[in-house]
């Protein structure tokens, strides 16, 4: 017991944690003030969750700070082009819905198409979240490769739209815990799309220890 209660024990290494989630979701909130810098925030919030959380490197405000300067210029284009799609994907499936309503065979097949239309949009746009966050190039490349990774591990989507969907539940059926729901999410979300990544990037130098590559 003695152990489990000193300062570098499991009790204060967990509250740790807890406390340094609850102060990424701050500033994550606090960063899409501005709706859109939606992307800039999350992208910084995934980055400074996996390398401060996952990985216990750096300090999280100064992490945080930091991707959410390198992310801002890309950050908010994309958030624009989102969101505009997500707008019209809406407006689709608001349309098409109707449609299936009245239960013409017409009608079924374009709320089906929607259907699969909107989950491949949920899809890549998680995907857009830790990949935005880890690469550096340019606009239309980081588009580019969204769309390879999220092709190839198309099916790894699908737990992982599961994971935001569980969290935005869990903030429904509790709104206090909006406070921890979003660097948690994001912590899970790491376990899925940390390895498809790794794929994409530079061979690792020898024993460079770069928590990128999932080294502590």
Not at 23 to 34: N, Y
Not at 66 to 76: P, R
Not at 182 to 210: I, R, V
Request: contains cysteine; proline residues 4%; charged residues 15%.
């Amino acid at each position: 017991m003695k152990g489990f209660f000193s300062v570098e024990g499991a009790f204060f290494t967990v509250t740790g944690k807890i406390c340094d989630m609850v102060v990424i979701t701050v500033l994550w909130a606090v960063g899409c003030i501005p709706v859109i810098t939606f992307f800039t925030s999350t992208a910084s919030m995934y980055h400074t969750t996996v390398k401060c959380i996952r990985y216990d490197r750096g300090k999280v405000f100064e992490e945080f700070k930091d991707a959410y300067k390198k992310n801002l210029k890309q950050g908010i284009p994309l958030g624009i082009l989102y969101g505009a799609a997500g707008g019209v994907i809406a407006a689709g499936d608001h349309y098409v819905l109707g449609m299936a309503a009245s239960g013409t065979g017409a009608g079924v097949f374009q709320a089906a198409v929607m259907l699969l239309v909107s989950v491949l949009y949920a899809e890549n746009l998680i995907w857009m979240i830790p990949v935005f966050s880890r690469f550096c190039d340019s606009f239309g490349n980081i588009l580019r490769l969204n769309y390879v990774i999220s092709s190839r591990y198309i099916l790894r989507g699908v737990p992982m739209m599961l994971i935001i969907a569980a969290g935005a539940l869990l903030i429904w059926i509790s709104i206090p815990l909006v406070i921890i729901v979003p660097s948690l999410s994001a912590l899970a979300l790491s376990y899925l799309s940390e390895p498809g990544m790794h794929k994409y990037m530079p061979a690792e130098p020898e024993n460079s220890g770069d928590w990128r590559y999932g080294r502590r």
